[in-house]
């Protein structure tokens, strides 16, 4: 059966945008409606003779296609930005959180139809995506109950002069978006810009445009102001425009760190703020002292959550020698166990690649690293890959310096704390790092030496919304998630109220 998204016209509030599918093999869908989203409704580009295949990780197959905007359609959709802006930031927090709240219902109810989309056009399995879905509305429901919290303080000066400060938002904020959670990372960066009374063009990742439109649809449907998330597609061109426009006041961006530097530097043009969450390294310490079971179920959430496309992966493995053989002999064993195949099944533990991983040579590979074919032929033409554990590591192999971005799991040998510590810190970035221990003292004096911007003890990966994400060194600037990202999304005016007569000097 062949499953269509192809209406064109706006459908009515709250149904789903495609019928559901079980399994990929079942049935095909086939996107046909535009992928832009700007002034309330989805739109064609004019650079369609540029149209760009999209693909169907999980079988290889035209997914749809892309339609990149050029200079026009950028124009349209930072002018249409501005237009929300005027309505929105003038709103009350309360009123902003109200809309806001009512999107995540609507996410909350779509829950079903946002996952599977999310996995045939990036391949992870349907229970993490609808993990992703429900962070995401969480995301937004958190900064909804934020919108009313913002304030500013009060200073009193000399002679019944005072002071004041309000925080104010900073207009049309760009987000850029990675391939590896496209809906959450929309809601991630749309919930504390919207919550703060910003505005926002979206890009996302030309391999997986399929999600932020719905998520630009909710928000219009909850009753946002038209343009307030607006998507534009396209790669580094239209992504270019965007960061150069005048008419931006902010840039977002999710992706590697040789796509951020530039960013930057093109953001730095017109002074604008960035916030960058950027590409790792991360290291992940077993000490001998832990709970092996607990040690071994961490290492795998910290290398095979969306088939090892996260950014914050702890892949650096080390363990102390003592506990080395066991646990590798554990870790290989569950490793081989992970179901790999059609990410809608109920049972798939690992999904499809979005693109061909390269492995490393030097390693001892102790388990997976090839290309896996599934039974079921409609799937033979997707990317799947079987999980890799990589034994007897060393700190100098390219597969222990460089960022992957697949399942593959290097473990590494130490003896001392000190030795493990001076070696996982010995990288450009510092997104994240994990240890496993049961001795408090040294968990908090390790984590206190870690140079990394989210630290796990005993756990891994996981990402509660009200807690700060993001990274030290090249892993990134700025925050994502929890307090603090307000004052990215915001900018402090300071009013000075004179109720005397003014000193004059002159
Ligand atoms: P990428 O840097 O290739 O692309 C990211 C986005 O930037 C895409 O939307 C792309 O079209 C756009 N882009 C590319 N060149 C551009 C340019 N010159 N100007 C403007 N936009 C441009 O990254 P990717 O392959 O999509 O994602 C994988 C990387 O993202 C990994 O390094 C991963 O670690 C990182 N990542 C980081 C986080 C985090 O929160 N720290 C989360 C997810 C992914």
Not at 393 to 405: A, G, N, S, W
């Amino acid at each position: 059966m062949l499953q269509r998204l192809a209406a064109t016209q706006r459908r009515p509030a709250a149904a789903p945008l495609a019928a559901a599918v079980r399994c990929i093999s079942s049935g095909s869908v086939d996107i046909t409606v535009p992928l832009n989203f700007w002034a309330g409704r989805r739109r064609t580009s004019k650079e369609k003779c540029n149209k760009e295949n999209v693909y169907e990780p999980a079988t290889g197959r035209v997914l749809c296609h892309l339609e990149p905007c050029g200079a026009v359609e950028v124009d349209e959709a930072v002018e249409s930005a501005k237009s929300a802006f005027g309505h929105w930031s003038k709103m009350s927090g309360m009123e902003r959180a109200r809309i806001m709240i009512e999107a995540a219902h609507i996410i909350e109810s779509r829950r079903e139809n946002i996952a599977e989309m999310e996995v045939v056009n990036n391949g992870k399995s349907i229970t993490e995506a609808r993990l992703d879905v429900d962070s995401a509305r969480l995301c937004i429901e958190y900064y909804a109950g934020l919108a009313c919290t913002l304030a500013g303080q009060h200073i009193q000066l000399p002679g019944g002069s005072f002071a004041y400060t309000r925080r104010e938002p900073l207009g049309v904020c760009v987000g850029i978006g990675a391939w590896n959670y496209p809906f959450q990372i929309a809601a991630w960066k749309s919930a504390p810009a919207l919550a703060c009374g910003n505005s926002m063009v979206f890009k996302p990742s030309p391999v997986t445009p399929v999600t932020a439109v719905m998520l630009a649809e909710i928000y219009a449907e909850a009753g946002a102001p038209e343009g307030l998330l607006n998507v534009v597609q396209g790669g580094q061109e239209t992504g270019s425009l965007l960061c150069h426009h005048p008419d931006v006041a902010k840039v977002s961006f999710t992706g590697s760190v040789s796509t951020g530097k530039k960013i930057m530097e093109m953001a730095s043009k017109g002074v604008k703020p960035v916030t960058l969450e950027l590409g790792g390294k991360s290291p992940l310490l077993i000490f001998q002292d832990s709970d092996l079971e607990n040690a071994v179920r961490g290492a795998l959430m910290a290398n095979f959550l969306s088939q090892g496309q996260v950014c914050s992966n702890g892949t650096r493995v080390f363990v102390q020698k003592n506990i080395l053989p066991e646990f590798v002999e554990e870790v290989v064993k569950r490793t081989q166990a992970i179901e790999i195949g059609d990410p809608l099944l109920e049972s798939t533990r690992m999904g499809a690649l979005v693109n061909q991983p390269h492995l490393e040579k030097g390693a001892t590979v102790l388990c997976g690293g090839e290309p896996f074919v599934p039974s079921d032929h409609k799937l033979r033409g997707g990317y799947y890959m079987t999980p890799c554990v990589l034994g007897d590591c060393t700190d100098e192999m390219t597969c222990v310096k460089e960022e992957i971005f697949g399942p593959v799991m290097s473990v590494l040998s130490f003896e001392t704390e000190e030795e493990v510590l001076h070696r996982a810190n010995n990288t450009t970035m510092g997104l994240a790092a994990g240890v496993f221990t049961r001795d408090v003292m040294r968990a908090h004096r390790v984590v206190g030496h870690l140079k990394a911007g989210s630290c796990f003890i005993n756990n891994y990966n996981i990402t509660p919304v009200e807690v700060p994400f993001g990274g030290f060194k090249m892993s990134g600037i700025g925050r994502e998630n929890g307090q603090v990202t307000v004052e990215h999304y915001s900018q402090l005016k300071t009013v000075f109220v004179e109720m005397g007569d003014v000193d004059c000097l002159f």
